[in-house]
């Protein structure tokens, strides 16, 4: 909107010239969304408090050590949707296509999820709306924005996926491409829910994924630097990465209030939506399989929920003491700051074999 209102008087104000950069933009998304976080923090946890006078729920058969967090208030994810669905109205320009797609995603994920905390609360259980009901419903909004994507898509690029490693090798799938998309947005959204459940656990890997994703948009929207990466060229897609400048910010924001011990959860509100938020960025820019390296950690944390599952209704054993994989570590005695900061570190770790695919090609 700013770059909107301002860059037609950058000719008598050359300063308003900066709003026709990309790497400007998205620095001012970072710190617009932190800002709106870090001042809108304190009174909106002190308003959850006063609503939830038992905080989020805690499972019955979860780590004894949660039991500490009783009263902790949930749906802190609405604190960061705002922060960055504000600082990306601001500082994306209105009429770049790939907004709004996207902005569909987080906002309609967001939806879901907060219906889901509320239920949660309102029936004081762990469970809230069925995990059918979820999938149907997100399903429903994913081959939407996916049908999008293709009607803005080059026309090479239309119902082909990009294989990182290998340079202009394209996957054609044919209207198959819908349903894989959909499911590369829907899984990325239940991955980092999955992955939600320590202190800081999820919000730290969620930027360093967005942070990748800053540069594989700014890159694929670049047609220099697209064509001596040899990746693909997608015209007006460089815009997302102020979009994900703004989930960066929002996420700082949150971070400073979700550090152990944390005053606020994000909820299946916060985790649904940024996680849908990835997935649909990933499928904006085709780097689709990029997320799934870079987002290592969700993969992983997902995977063990799987096998578990699988392990026990075929074979009637656990592999993991407790699934999602970082409870298992709980179980074994690790402490949570231990679990968390490990975690991170494989994120970092993947992040960068993610952005090496730039090269290796």
């Known amino acids: 909107m700013l ?27 970072v710190l617009t969304a932190l800002l709106f ?39 802190g ?4 949707l705002s922060s960055l669905v504000i600082s990306s109205l601001l500082w994306v320009p209105l009429g770049n296509p790939y907004l709004w797609p996207v902005l569909v995603v987080i906002v309609s994920f967001g939806s879901i999820g907060l219906v889901d905390d509320w ?6 259980t762990s469970k809230g709306l069925s995990g059918k009901r979820k999938l149907l419903l997100q399903l429903v909004f994913c081959i939407f ?38 499911f590369v947005i829907v899984g990325a959204s239940h991955a980092v829910n999955l992955t939600d459940g320590l202190d800081g656990l999820a919000i730290v890997p969620v930027m360093i994924v967005a ?18 990466l040899q990746i693909s060229y997608i015209p007006g897609v460089g815009d997302l990465a102020t979009l994900c400048g703004a989930l960066i910010g929002a996420s700082l924001g949150f971070l400073w209030f979700n550090a152990p011990p944390a005053k606020v959860f994000m909820g299946d509100t916060g985790s649904l939506a940024l996680g849908g938020a990835l997935g649909a960025i990933s499928v904006a820019t085709r780097h689709e399989f990029v997320l799934a390296i870079a987002g290592g950690l969700f993969v992983l944390e997902t995977v063990s ?24 570590f709980e179980k074994k005695g690790w402490a949570e700051s231990t679990i968390v900061i490990r975690f991170w570190i494989i994120s970092v770790v993947l992040a960068l074999i993610s952005l090496s695919t730039l090269k290796l090609r």
Request: proline residues 6%.
């Open 145 to 182: 924005v996916s049908m999008f994507f293709v009607e803005l898509s080059p026309e090479e690029l239309r119902y082909s996926v990009a294989v990182p490693f290998f340079k202009e090798q394209l996957l054609p799938l044919g209207l198959f491409y819908i349903l894989f998309t959909s």
């Open 305 to 328: 929920v799987i096998l578990q599952v699988a392990s026990f209704r075929l074979f009637g054993k656990r592999i993991f003491l407790m699934a999602p994989l970082h409870h298992h």
């Open 3 to 29: 770059s909107d209102i301002l860059v037609p008087f950058s000719d008598q104000y050359q300063i308003f010239n900066l709003f026709n950069y990309i790497t400007f933009r998205t620095g001012g998304a």
């Open 211 to 228: 942070s990748c994703f800053v540069l594989f948009a700014y890159l694929s929207g670049n047609i220099n630097f697209a064509s001596y």
């Open 37 to 75: 976080s870090l001042i809108l923090g304190t009174p909106f946890i002190a308003w959850l408090k006063s609503r939830q006078v038992e905080g989020q729920p805690i499972r019955d058969d979860g780590p004894d050590t949660h039991f500490a967090k009783k009263g902790t208030p949930t749906m």
């Open 77 to 80: 994810g609405l604190l960061i």
């Open 119 to 124: 239920m949660k609360l309102s029936k004081n």
